[in-house]
Structures are given as C-alpha cells and as structure tokens.
C-alpha cells in the first residue's frame, strides 16, 4: 500500500506561484503514473497533471503553459509547479498514484487511480 504525502500548499496572490510537493512511501515508485487533482469547495474533483513512467507528461486545458508536472525518482518525489496563479486555481490539491498496470491510461481521470494523499490547500487571492 503505497502512502503519498503532500504539501507545499498556502496563501498567494493572483499572478504569483507556489511548489506542491508529494513523497510515496513505496520503493518502486519509478514505475508508477503519478498525478495531481484539485477539489473546490462544491465542486467536482477535477484532474491537473499527469505523467506516467517515462515522464510524459499531461495536462488540463486551463493549466497549460501555467503548470509544470514533474518527478525525482530517486526522492520518490512528485511536483508540481503552479505559476501565473489566478484565483480559479483556490482548492485542495491532491496527488495520486497508480501502480504498473497494462492497458491504456487516461492520466486526468480520477478513477484511473488507487492510492490518494490527504491533500493541501491553495488559496489564490
């Protein structure tokens, strides 16, 4: 059972950016599609980033050319960069993992994952 842990959430102004951070526990993480969902308040969790194990990687319309999906490996750490911080971008963020599976992949779709951290809040203004 993999555990994923975020954080590097906070408070800041419209145009300004912030690095969200996630540490797996598992050892394997390499081989893991790894993502990042975010969940306002009312709203539906929606899928940001995704990048599977050769570091490709995706994103969400509204995100793109603002976000940067990205992984160390040898942290079992995944990233991501929020820049250009506008204030539809205020939830919760949440990282999300899944392990090697065959198949296709649709890295911004909630179900296509097993394992979830607890999230961390970013609050645009």
């Known amino acids: 059972h993999v555990q994923l842990v975020e954080s590097g959430g906070g408070s800041v102004q419209a145009g300004g950016s912030l690095r969200l951070s996630c540490v797996a526990s598992?050892?394997?993480?390499?081989?893991?599609?790894i993502g990042w969902f975010r969940q306002a308040p009312g709203k539906e969790r929606e899928g940001v980033a995704g990048?599977?194990?050769?570091?490709?990687?995706s994103y969400a319309d509204s995100v793109k050319g603002r976000f940067t999906i990205s992984r160390d490996n040898a942290k079992n750490t995944l990233y991501l960069q929020l820049n250009s911080l506008k204030e539809e971008d205020s939830a919760m963020y949440y990282c999300?993992?899944?392990?090697?599976?065959?198949?296709?992949?649709?890295?911004?779709?909630?179900?296509?994952?097993?394992?979830w951290g607890q999230g961390t809040q970013v609050t645009v203004s």
């Open positions: 990048v599977d194990s050769d570091g490709i990687t």
């Open positions: 999300a993992a899944r392990p090697p599976k065959s198949g296709p992949w649709a890295p911004l779709r909630s179900d296509e994952y097993d394992y």
């Open positions: 598992e050892y394997t993480y390499s081989r893991y599609r």
